[in-house]
């Protein structure tokens, strides 16, 4: 059964600073990996679509990496901003159905 | 491109009566929609898997008479709690596969059963 876990899971820093999200999974057979953002009482919004055969996808000020060997993905934030603050999750997309980790509430302060 | 549009945001029911939620694919067909809830300050659960012209495929401990799915054409599927409970209140949130954005997400529906 794939599991997936994020760390840390809240994160406080000041506006500016890079930062770096961990998100990793136990089974390495996936197809995909996907970073969402969620902000308070709203959808997901997707961020980066990582499929299994590539490395890494960026989108302006964000960077997502997949080392599907060793179970582990990143996504580098870059020059953060206030708005940038809500919660951040992955989900891998298995054989049968996407699962999600517990997700990173992201704030940054002015 | 790959966007999903769901309706109502909110809903406020009375304990006994149904709701229904749609969910559509604006701009690309989806043979496969998913139907998840979430608790506050939890992350998704899957609910169902909704697919076009057949029955839906619920998740175990999920109640099929409790929570109706139909997905009658390519681009709508709608998720129908039924005889609702204080206990049913939540963020439903569903989703549709593009093969070339993944899971786009609907904006959710915020059930409240008073």
């Known amino acids: 059964k794939q599991e997936v876990t994020q760390i840390p899971a809240a994160l406080s820093v000041p506006e500016g600073e890079n930062l770096v999200l961990n998100c990793s999974f136990t089974?390495?057979?996936?197809?995909?990996l996907q970073w969402f953002r969620q902000d308070p009482g709203k959808g997901l919004t997707s961020l980066l679509l990582i499929q299994s055969s590539q490395r890494e996808q960026t989108s302006g000020r964000l960077n997502a990496s997949l080392d599907k060997s060793s179970g582990r993905s990143t996504l580098y934030i870059a020059a953060s901003q206030p708005g940038d603050s809500a919660t951040y999750l992955c989900a891998v997309q298995g054989a049968q159905k996407l699962v999600f980790g517990q997700g990173t509430r992201l704030t940054i302060n002015p | 491109g790959a966007v999903v549009s769901q309706h109502p945001s909110r809903v406020i029911c009375k304990s006994g009566t149904s709701v229904k939620i749609e969910c559509r694919s604006l701009?690309?067909?989806?043979?496969?929609m998913f139907w998840y809830r979430q608790f506050p300050k939890k992350s998704l659960m899957l609910m169902a898997t909704?697919?076009?012209?057949?029955?839906?495929?619920?998740e175990q401990g999920v109640e099929k008479d409790k929570f109706l799915i139909n997905h009658a054409s390519l681009t709508l599927s709608t998720l129908t709690v039924t005889s609702a409970h204080p206990e049913d209140s939540s963020f439903y949130i569903c989703?549709?596969?593009?093969?070339?954005?993944?899971?786009?997400f609907g904006s959710g529906t915020r059930l409240t059963v008073v």
């Open positions: 989703s549709a596969r593009e093969d070339s954005y993944g899971y786009t």
């Open positions: 089974d390495s057979a996936i197809y995909n």
């Open positions: 701009d690309f067909q989806a043979t496969t």
């Open positions: 909704s697919n076009e012209g057949s029955k839906a495929t619920y």
